[in-house]
């Protein structure tokens, strides 16, 4: 062919190929476009509500974004960290490395909160977005990560695309992407350290004089990753096994590969210095570390106590069973009872692991690939595998960008099977795959955002009520006070929802006996779980002119207006109880009432200052020779005292038994102490209240 001849054919080619890059760049920007809608659609909204751990996660990330210094705790879990600081307190500090509640987390999951509170203002979409957005990156880096796995390899051009849409599509990524928990930031970071691997060997095999980046800076960019991993999630410290695992045996199998080992080598060191503050924090406080793993190894029904060996070999079946037939029942988690794969991911998956092993005699280098992968799959499911609940769809996390690859391996492979019919069967190739995908994509949406949706128990899975309770207290004016009766273990919903302010709203026992009663001459508003009649009908009689009003999200508000009076005016007093450090609780009056064999007195308490500490009440009767005749010594019922605010008035009722007793005249004397070690120390002097006269019964 003629020079002049040939330009028009190689004017057509250029055309072709700009077009085909066109198609594939359009085919993997509508893969991202329906992973964003499937991940951002009414996030919001769905889940309802906000989740006690979401709702913690978004407590430091406020508390980030307002310069507040930590270690900061919430829900009592300073009493866990003084474990881990018993020899070695810690420093304070506006950016932690390590955020200690809630069992422990670590931090560049929250960090990106922060950004997405200060971006989108203090709410579940905020909190939801960020790993909302590793899902969708997710996707586009699994697309980079099967790119660099099957590069080069004819027949697996459509390998990346079809990973990326499984990946999209796949029920437990949709779900944890849409749940404020740091499992999903995991994945972009997995995905981007085995692609940069890969793209390293690939650099080095067959283009390694190119001007872009040469096989030791993508070594070393696997490094970053691999270390950069350890900040999001639990899960990622096992990541660095599947290479632990995998160099060593390429080298020692393929001599062609050890001239990489000081790039590998670099690699590693690369990872060390990422890691290092983390694992620095880790080796100062070693209990952060195991704290969490060692609860998740010992929780849940699938435990065999003090044989982990049995619970590990037990959770092989389950997990199997959880990838294809009967998976997690945790709602929060799964749609109870949906396996990992749907019929058609779970067909193709195991068409790409039977065509891995149909290739096992193939090109040497497709063999490490095709090696790499599986070792990835079995790394990856060692989270699950080694904790007490399996399956853990949240734990199994790190298997869905492997899993979404191998799938597409087999979606790939039966296409061409199919294209390779005779007849009429082979121009339907692409259809037939491609309505599988559809169908299995329309299982996915349906299942989440139908079936899950409507689920009747997921409003109370995601502590709907609690969240909707905190909108209505943020909601409040500022000069109201707000409690809320009984006291619940998981406070962290309501207070995110107050934008963090603990002490906007305060939870009490009120069964224990205990009422208190805000600041004088400002209305107060209790909210009242419906199961504490006891506590409504006693501050109906507290209060008369307080009213009930109709039970919504989980309480019944009961509002009191400022003028309603807080103290009996039977005994007025002026008695403080004072600590050297000028913590100061006053009593400020008191009421004596015997009935019967039981003497029952009510004090009302005030704070005259903020309290620290946690001191215990007592009343005490003395004989007419001063000898302790009877007591009752313990902490204001239902409402400690660190928890009381300046100003605010507490009822307390003590009832003392009088049985036994001889007749006579009796001193009643009150006051608080706390106890420090085997220490107790007074708050000031006791009061003596009065005399009560008993006839002995």
């Known amino acids: 062919m003629s020079k002049r001849a040939a330009q028009p054919r190689r004017a057509a080619d250029r055309r072709q190929a700009d077009r085909r890059r066109r198609s594939q760049w359009l085919t993997l920007a509508a893969i991202l476009l329906l992973a964003t809608l499937l991940r951002f659609w009414q996030l919001g909204d769905l889940p309802p509500g906000l989740y006690h751990d979401e709702a913690y996660n978004g407590l430091d990330a406020l508390a980030l974004a307002q310069g507040q210094t930590f270690p900061n705790f919430y829900e009592g879990w300073e009493l866990y960290a003084a474990d881990a600081h018993a020899n070695r307190p810690p420093a304070e500090t506006r950016f932690p490395i390590f955020f200690e509640g809630n069992y422990g987390r670590e931090p560049l999951h929250i960090y990106l909160m922060a950004l997405s509170i200060k971006l989108f203002g203090a709410g579940p979409f905020a909190l939801r977005a960020v790993p909302a957005a590793a899902g969708v990156l997710a996707v586009f880096t699994t697309f980079l990560a099967a790119q660099a796995l099957v590069h080069n390899r004819p027949g697996t051009q459509r390998v990346p695309y079809l990973a990326a849409f499984l990946l999209a599509i796949l029920y437990p990524a ?5 749940f404020g928990l740091r499992v999903m930031l995991f994945l972009p970071l997995e995905t981007l350290t085995i692609y940069c691997f890969w793209q390293a060997i690939n650099r080095a095999q067959n283009d390694p004089g190119r001007g872009r980046l040469s096989p030791l800076a993508w070594f070393i960019l696997a490094g970053v990753g691999l270390g950069l991993g350890i900040y999001t999630y ?7 096994l599947l290479f632990i695992l995998f160099i060593p045996l390429w080298f020692w199998r393929v001599p062609a590969a050890r001239p990489l080992w000081r790039a590998v080598a670099a690699m590693a060191a690369a990872a060390l210095l990422t890691a290092a503050p983390l694992l620095i924090f880790f080796a100062r406080y070693p209990y952060f570390f195991i704290f969490r793993t060692g609860y998740v190894a010992n929780k849940g029904l699938g435990t065999f106590p003090d044989r982990p060996w049995l619970t590990w070999l037990n959770n092989i079946g389950r997990v199997i069973r959880g990838l294809f ?27 790409g692991l039977g065509h891995l092993w149909s290739q096992r005699h193939s090109s040497q280098g497709w063999r490490w ?9 079995g790394v990856m499911l060692l989270p699950t595998l080694l904790s007490g609940d399996a399956p853990h769809f949240g734990r199994m996390a790190g298997i869905a960008p492997v899993v979404a690859i191998l799938a597409a391996l087999g979606a790939n492979w039966l296409w061409d099977w199919l294209a390779a019919r005779p007849g009429r069967v082979a121009p339907l190739a692409p259809w037939l795959i491609l309505t599988a995908l559809a169908l299995s ?15 009747p128990d997921l409003p109370a899975a995601f502590y709907q009520d609690d969240w909707q309770l905190g909108l209505a207290a943020a909601a409040e004016p500022a000069s109201t006070t707000l409690y809320l009766t009984p006291t619940q273990e998981e406070m962290a919903t309501i207070y995110f929802a107050l934008n963090g302010d603990t002490a906007r709203l305060a939870d009490f026992y009120g069964p224990g006996g205990v009422v208190p009663a805000g600041l004088p001459n400002q209305p107060i508003l209790y909210y009242v779980r419906p199961a504490d009649t006891t506590t409504l009908a006693r501050l109906q009689d507290f209060f008369p002119t307080g009213q009930a009003e109709a039970a919504q999200f989980g309480v019944i508000p009961f509002r009191v207006p400022a003028e309603a009076p807080r103290l009996p005016g039977r005994n007025p007093t002026d008695v403080a109880f004072s600590s050297p450090a000028g913590e100061t609780i006053a009593l400020v009056d008191w009421v004596g009432l015997r009935e019967a064999d039981q003497l029952y007195v009510t004090l009302y308490w005030q704070a005259v200052s903020p309290l620290t500490a946690n001191y215990t009440a007592y009343v005490h009767l003395l004989d007419e020779a001063g000898r302790l005749a009877t007591q009752l010594d313990r902490p204001p019922a239902g409402f400690p005292t660190s928890d009381w605010r300046r100003g605010e008035l507490v009822a307390d009722q003590f009832t003392l038994l009088l049985t036994g007793l001889p007749a006579g005249s009796y001193t009643l004397q009150t006051g608080f102490y706390r106890v420090t070690g085997d220490t107790l120390i007074p708050l000031g002097q006791p009061a003596t209240l009065g005399t009560i006269a008993w006839d002995g019964g």
Do not use: I, K
Request: hydrophobic share 50%; no cysteine.
């Open 234 to 240: 639990a899960a990622a410290r096992l990541l660095p």
């Open 325 to 351: 037939w009967y998976g997690e029942t945790h709602l929060r988690h799964n749609l109870p009872g949906r396996a990992y794969l749907d019929p058609l991911q779970a067909s193709f998956f195991l068409l």
């Open 441 to 455: 994509a329309s299982l996915a949406v349906y299942d989440y955002f139908v079936r899950y949706a409507n689920h």
């Open 369 to 377: 690939r095709s090696l790499f992968l599986l070792l990835w799959l």
């Open 174 to 178: 949709l779900t944890f992407s849409r």
